[in-house]
């Protein structure tokens, strides 16, 4: 699952304004965890009891891969072998989530199995449903990435993740302009238990005026 969090492999910090330093300054980290490079989305909570689920990236130009699984394919359909075939023929439709603003264009999807039933899970809305309540770390995570969020791992500073009463605060890193400036921001969201995504806070983590990244 690690590709999902390296967009960017390296990220260079530079020095941002004043009051973007006493905005990140008010922020408390106390709680926080980081999070881990292994298998983040390891304790994702669908909200159906899915036989077998996968979340799968799309590159164009490449075959696609799977970035995590979970459970059997087909295993209790009336024709195994037929809903294994016509499970792994679902493709999505092109509308997905978790772009990367790189002209490659790598996004993500997810595809599901129950009995015979195969299903392809492409919008963030699509995302939520399959989730329903955000009731894990897991659950929250997949959520901030869908919306475009990623995180560098093992440092609690630059992206970690702590419960609250209403679902999770989650400190993200997210992309917000591609060309003079290139620019990524880090935000400190508020996710809660329906799904909402609140992004109220963020300062300026990577500010390179001369740089651009074709979409």
């Not at 917000?176 to 935000?187: A, D, L, R, W």
Request: with cysteine; hydrophobic share 35%.
């Amino acid at each position: 699952m690690r590709q999902l969090f390296s967009l960017i492999a390296i990220v260079t910090i530079l020095t941002s304004c004043t009051d973007e330093n006493l905005i990140e300054s008010s922020w408390d980290y106390s709680g926080f965890s980081p999070i881990e490079s292994h298998q983040p989305f390891e304790d994702v909570q669908p909200a159906y009891e899915f036989d077998y689920w996968e979340l799968v990236k799309h590159t164009p130009d490449q075959p696609e891969t799977v970035q995590f699984r979970f459970g059997s394919v087909c295993k209790e359909a009336n024709n195994p072998r037929k809903c294994t075939y016509n499970f792994f023929r679902m493709e999505d439709t092109g509308i997905n989530f978790a772009e990367s603003t790189k002209k490659d264009q790598t996004y993500y999807y997810l595809k599901s199995n129950q009995r015979d039933y195969n299903k392809v899970w492409e919008s963030v809305d699509d995302l939520k449903t399959f989730l329903g309540t955000i009731d894990s770390e897991g659950d929250a995570l997949l959520l901030a990435a869908a919306n475009g969020y990623f995180f560098v791992t093992d440092d609690r500073h630059m992206s970690g993740i702590r419960k609250n009463k209403d679902g999770y605060d989650v400190i993200g890193l997210k992309i917000v302009s591609t060309c003079e400036p290139y620019q990524i921001n880090k935000f400190l969201l508020q996710i809660d238990k329906n799904g909402n995504v609140d992004s109220s806070d963020d300062v300026i983590f990577v500010d390179e005026m001369k740089k651009c990244v074709d979409r």
